[in-house]
């Protein structure tokens, strides 16, 4: 089931064209984007998305965007969509048709099914293997128009990325930085834990700040944990009580296989991990 709003909060016929063949998202990837978990009706971390996407949206010096409009399309999502399903809520924005002399951008909110494969994994975690990504931590910080930590539309290494992990016999990737330093998932955030203290690392070195990463280290300082946004050596990543991905559809999930070596049992801190990152969002 797919569901299509625009910023007015009109709902679309997800099945009819409405992208323009010329539009510069689809011919340059010259676009950002949000992926949020709905649950029980309710958009998990929506501001911090919202404010994700204007920050990824000035890294690309797109027009701001209109976060109230990208509320109401939302809303509307969630409002046609049936009681009792989780939505992966898609909020697009490209700089619209090439050669627009109004230079209007192209924005809509897509709601779709959570994947099957998601949700098992969630449960069983997935096997991972280290890629190198390719530059150095402090690349951001130098050439800013790189656009490292902006979540663009432009994932084809992202997806390339995944398709070795596959041909490797795994099911996702952690990238390494040339330093040998921890950098994040294709689709994800990485947290480790030892210790009951959790690290992930820092998004100053070009990565993407992690809004589901941010709720589980409140849930889990509520819980007696400490935190830190730390620099993480690749070599420190089998020597954790625990290795997670965390993303918004993903929620915390656990790494139970590293380069092909099984990692110890951490299905109990995985369980607590995710018991923390849901008392964010009961009562």
Known sequence: ??????????????????????????????????????????ARELRPHLDRLARSAAMLELPAPDLAGFERAARAVIDAW?????????????????????????AFALGVAVDASIRQAREDGVSVVTLERGFAPDLAERAPWLLLGSKSISYAVNMAALREAARRGAQDVI??????????????????????????????????????????????????????????AAADLAQADGLFLTSSVRLVTRVHTLDGVALPDSTAVHRELRAAYESVYSG
């Open 1 to 42: 089931m797919r569901v299509l709003a625009f910023l007015d909060g009109s709902l679309a016929d997800s099945e009819a064209a409405h992208l323009r063949v010329d539009d510069l998202g689809l011919l340059r990837g010259d676009g950002v984007f949000e992926t949020i978990l709905v649950a029980g009706k309710k």
């Open 175 to 232: 990238f390494t930085a040339t330093d040998g330093s921890v950098l994040e998932g294709p689709t994800s955030t990485v947290v480790l834990a030892k210790d009951r203290t959790l690290y992930t690392p820092p998004s100053t070195i070009g990565i993407l700040p992690g809004t589901t990463q941010y709720a589980l280290f409140r849930g889990a300082e509520k819980a007696g944990w400490t935190v830190k946004v730390e620099p993480i």
């Open 82 to 106: 049936p009681e009792g399903q989780d939505i992966a809520l898609k909020l697009v924005y490209t700089r619209g048709v090439d050669g627009d002399p109004a230079g209007t951008p192209t």
